[in-house]
């Protein structure tokens, strides 16, 4: 995204407590409205007063919670395959996203001899990591933390991300709570879920949930993508 970026303003990314290069710290320190505040946290020490909030997945749950609670911090937002209403009744995911969830959250009790092997564990079918899209390939790497004994393993916190899917099912914002955002809100989503020919994450019943709650100025769907390539593939 920097790399095409051609606002006027600066531009800035961070990792959420429990993942990448930030803290890791005990259970019951996570959760949507922890991750705001600390987006906040980081907004003060580089004196931001409002800004544009862009979140992928998790993060555009993450970026909602600010809105609701710091709305006269946010101008607007830009969901990027996430932030879709809690349900309130019972409901089944699909395989497709069960498969999907399974596959992310497995990695993180895993060691991997090489990071190569790592990107064989998103993509099987590749001997070298030339293979795979250049950007997707810094992510991957990014992912990983070298142990004591030479192998790799995945940075995340497995307490956090259990705790965060935890509390966005039980917490997170239904429609009603959605429409409490009052800024305008940019949605962008991927043709396919976790694997290509997948079903999607924002199915056509989420996105009009949305619609229906938020200030929607725009959705684009971004063709031949799934929820991960969406990220990298600027055409």
């Not at 580089?46 to 992928?56: N, Q, T, Y």
């Not at 966005?168 to 991927?190: E, N």
Request: proline share 5%; with cysteine.
């Amino acid at each position: 995204i920097s790399r095409h970026y051609k606002g006027k303003g600066g531009l800035l990314a961070l990792d959420l407590r429990g993942r990448g290069r930030s803290g890791k710290p005990k259970a019951g320190s996570y959760g949507m409205k922890q991750h705001a505040a600390d987006v906040i946290r980081v907004m003060d020490h580089f004196h931001i007063a409002r800004a544009v909030l862009a979140g992928h997945s998790m993060g555009a749950f993450v970026v909602e919670q600010v809105a609701l609670d710091y709305p006269e911090r946010v101008t607007s937002l830009v969901l990027l395959d996430g932030g879709w209403a809690r349900a309130t009744t019972e409901t089944e995911l699909s395989e497709d996203v069960q498969a999907g969830l399974k596959r992310a959250f497995g990695r993180l009790a895993m060691t991997f001899e090489t990071p190569l092997h790592y990107m064989q564990y998103w993509f099987p079918h590749i001997t070298h990591e030339e293979e795979i899209d250049r950007d997707y390939a810094e992510m991957l790497r990014y992912d990983l933390e070298e142990t004591s004994e030479g192998t790799f393993r995945p940075r995340p916190h497995g307490e956090a991300c259990m705790e965060d899917a935890q509390w966005l099912g039980t917490c997170g914002p239904c429609a009603q709570g959605l429409a409490l955002v009052k800024c305008p809100v940019w949605i962008v989503h991927a043709s396919s879920g976790f694997i290509d020919g997948s079903v999607p994450l924002l199915e056509e019943s989420a996105l009009e949930t949305l619609k229906a709650s938020l200030d929607v100025r725009g959705i684009l769907q971004l063709p031949s993508s799934n929820h991960y390539t969406m990220l990298f593939d600027p055409h």
